[in-house]
């Protein structure tokens, strides 16, 4: 069956440390997302990406990056990771590919990676 | 100030009553989605909708653009359905969405 996973599902990390989260789509969806999710603040957008090559910025992007070389991954880096960025972190992908066809953009998301960062 | 406002925050039903969250948005959307956050962690869509009403099983979702503004609805509700309900709103054509709060629904026995 078609997927989509994030791993690790658990990370513990120190501050300063670069750190990757991996996502992974088996459905050949266009459209991947990376959001935080924290109380208060509800989900949040970091990056997105529409396409191979093609990658965005979100609400909350500063310390992040992601880069997309195939259909079926999306990493997200913590360039230099800082407390501010324990969360929860989901993935999501959409099968997306013409604009306004609105039928293509539900989003499957991923079972999520908690961070800490100490 | 946020662009989808969920209310109410929290929510406790009886088991059988008739649950109803309501989101509000400012921007332009494609569509709005409802989402579902089981209490361990896991989120699935529920509804994605651009205009009327959707219906699955119990749950019914409305969206009157004119107001922006859409509802969720519980049925019948059941224990079961004790989660954290999402709206969300697609600001763009690909589906890049902007989230409400949520709103804890418990729903006892």
């Known amino acids: 069956d078609a997927e989509i996973t994030q791993s690790p599902r658990h990370k513990i990390t120190e501050t300063g440390r670069q750190v990757t989260l991996a996502c992974h789509q088996t459905?050949?969806?266009?459209?991947m997302f990376w959001y935080r999710q924290d109380l208060g603040h509800g989900l949040r957008l970091i990056h997105y990406?529409?396409?191979?090559?093609?990658?965005n910025k979100g609400e909350v992007s500063d310390g992040y990056s992601v880069s997309r070389s195939n259909t079926e991954d999306l990493p997200l880096t913590l360039e230099s990771a800082a407390s501010s960025q324990t969360s929860v972190y989901f993935c999501?992908?959409?099968?997306?590919?013409?604009?306004?066809?609105?039928?293509?953009?539900?989003?499957?998301f991923g079972p999520g990676t908690r961070l800490t960062v100490l | 100030k946020n662009e989808v406002e969920q209310s109410p925050q929290n929510l406790t039903a009886q088991e059988g009553e008739f649950i109803t969250i309501n989101c509000s948005y400012s921007?332009?959307?494609?569509?709005l989605h409802w989402l579902q956050q089981h209490p361990g962690g896991g989120i699935v869509s529920l509804f994605m909708?651009?205009?009327g009403k959707k219906k699955h099983g119990r749950l019914i979702a409305t969206i009157n653009i004119q107001e922006k503004h859409s509802s969720l609805h519980i049925t019948a509700s059941h224990p079961r359905d004790s989660a954290v309900y999402i709206c969300?709103?697609?600001?763009?054509?690909?589906?890049?969405?902007?989230f409400g709060a949520g709103t804890q629904v418990v729903v006892t026995p």
């Open positions: 909708l651009s205009s």
């Open positions: 990406s529409y396409g191979v090559q093609d990658t």
């Open positions: 921007v332009g959307i494609s569509a």
């Open positions: 969300a709103a697609a600001t763009d054509s690909w589906g890049k969405l902007q």
């Open positions: 459905w050949n969806h266009n459209n």
């Open positions: 999501a992908s959409s099968e997306g590919g013409l604009a306004g066809i609105t039928s293509y953009n539900e989003q499957f």
